[in-house]
């Protein structure tokens, strides 16, 4: 099991900048696989970024490639997501989510934080 608490949310006027964390309850070395979700109101969840134990290469979502960097702090497990360039469809509520093992999906979640993109 894994708890995950975000925080970093706020609002922030478009072309400006915010920097998600997610500390996780144990080791993140050994969890195969965290992302970034959003919700926006009246929307499904989307998938924002997400890194893979062992690969190199991370995923972002087409809406954001160029302006969100997914990185990781091992010894302090924590995730972030770093975004730039904000735009007001980016406004939602982002999770945090954990999948501990190749054998299953992103089941372990945070509570949320609300981005606000609006001048």
């Known amino acids: 099991q894994v708890q995950l608490v975000e925080s970093g949310g706020g609002l922030v006027q478009p072309g400006g900048s915010l920097r998600l964390s997610c500390a996780a309850s144990?080791?993140?070395?050994?969890?195969?696989?965290m992302g970034w979700y959003r919700q926006a109101l009246g929307k499904q969840r989307e998938l924002v970024a997400k890194?893979?134990?062992?690969?190199?290469?991370?995923y972002y979502a087409d809406s954001v490639k160029g302006r969100f960097t997914i990185s990781r702090d091992d010894a302090k497990n924590v995730v972030y997501l770093q975004m730039n360039s904000l735009k007001p469809e980016d406004t939602a509520v982002y999770y945090c989510?954990?999948?501990?093992?190749?054998?299953?999906?992103?089941?372990?979640w945070g509570q949320g934080t609300q981005v606000t993109v609006s001048s």
């Open positions: 989510a954990a999948q501990v093992t190749i054998m299953e999906g992103f089941n372990y």
């Open positions: 144990r080791s993140i070395f050994s969890i195969y696989a």
């Open positions: 890194f893979t134990s062992g690969s190199r290469i991370n």
